[in-house]
């Protein structure tokens, strides 16, 4: 229930505001409307005639069609009369004001998010826009929140995301993000910083994070080999060597067959399956790897590997037998 409020308050103010106006004054002369139909349902026969009347009287306009008879249902119109005239009109400098202040606020990450079971990502950056994009196309209703202090202010409308604005390594800002209820952290590298000072602000992150919440799966990026047992050490899940793999991919490219691009074809694969690590399954417990790797092309699925007695194996010898206690390492498409 909390969260469907949040997730209320946040797209009301996500609107414009002209609309976010038209709401609040319609609810107002629904509300009164209603009222007055129960006071005196003679003079006011349905809800609509109500709301009609509240909304020439709350406008001052007063056309006389609808009147309220009795003495209660004057006393109504004497306080729609005076919300028409005074409170609405004050409600819609006040909430004209408040609504400026806080899309401000919601721009400039000043805002903390209320939400649950939400992803944390770390660091404004390129990588991150290519995440925020496959997410949106690959993932429904995700909640996600970006922690980031070099941004001034990030554009709520534009992106589909609650920004917060700090240092990702301080208590204050992650309690902001809300981390003690998030499920996931990714905490990307920052580029403007040396590689040795980069890892060191992701360690940092990763070690507040997983102080705050032992629970969270945490996805850090480390640049140089020597720190990706400081990164495990701190409390990372999993750790992306960017840099190994840049250059794993540049060598590829530099010594590729003709006609054949690495990069472009990993990047499409990427783009559109994923990979997925599952228990053998029982009827397959026993079996080849090769019957097991037919199996799963009926199922337009790829049998890449598995994992057995702690060692990963890629495209393993043909007719290795699968055990119970074994992982298969399977490539599938990703779905819409």
């Known amino acids: ?4 409020l949040h997730q209320a308050i946040q797209w009301y103010f996500r609107t414009p505001v002209f609309l976010r106006l038209f709401l609040t004054v319609a609810f107002f002369m629904i509300f009164f409307g209603a009222v007055i139909h129960w006071v005196e349902p003679d003079a006011f026969p349905t809800i609509f005639d109500g709301i009609w009347w509240a909304v020439i009287t709350g406008s001052t306009v007063g056309y006389g069609d609808y009147v309220p008879l009795s003495t209660f249902g004057r006393v109504i119109g004497i306080f729609l009369i005076i919300a028409g005239g005074g409170l609405v009109t004050f409600y819609m400098a006040t909430v004209s004001a408040s609504t400026v202040k806080y899309e401000r606020n919601l721009s400039e990450g ?3 998010y209320r939400g649950s079971n939400h992803i944390i990502i770390v660091g404004w950056n390129e990588r991150t826009k290519q995440l925020l994009n496959m997410i949106t ?7 996600i929140v970006l922690i980031d202090k070099s941004l001034d202010q990030l554009g709520y409308q534009e992106y589909k995301l609650h920004y917060v604005n700090g240092d990702a390594s301080e208590d204050k800002t992650l309690k902001k993000a809300s981390i003690s209820d998030a499920r996931c952290m990714i905490i990307t590298s920052d580029p403007s910083k040396e590689e040795h000072q980069a890892d060191q602000i992701s360690i940092l992150t990763t070690v507040a994070a997983r102080g705050m919440n032992p629970d969270l799966f945490i996805i850090t990026e480390i640049l140089l080999k020597n720190q990706v047992t400081n990164a495990r050490r701190a409390g990372a899940d999993t750790v992306i060597r960017s840099n190994d793999f840049m250059s794993t991919l540049f060598f590829h ?3 590729r067959e003709a006609h054949i691009k690495p990069f472009d074809t990993l990047v499409a ?8 690590q599952i ?6 417990v026993g079996e080849t790897f090769k019957y097991c790797a037919l199996s799963f092309l009926e199922q337009e ?13 890629i495209n393993p010898p043909s007719q290795s037998i699968l055990k119970k206690e074994d992982h298969l390492i399977v490539l599938s498409n990703l779905s819409e």
């Open 253 to 255: 490219e530099l010594y």
């Open 269 to 276: 694969q990427l783009s559109s399956q994923q990979y997925k």
């Open 301 to 313: 699925e790829l049998l890449l590997g598995m994992e057995q007695n702690g060692e990963l194996y």
């Open 137 to 143: 196309d690959y993932v429904d209703e995700e909640n």
């Open 110 to 112: 000043k805002v903390d």
């Open 279 to 284: 228990t053998v399954p029982d009827e397959m």
């Open 1 to 4: 229930m909390k969260v469907h």
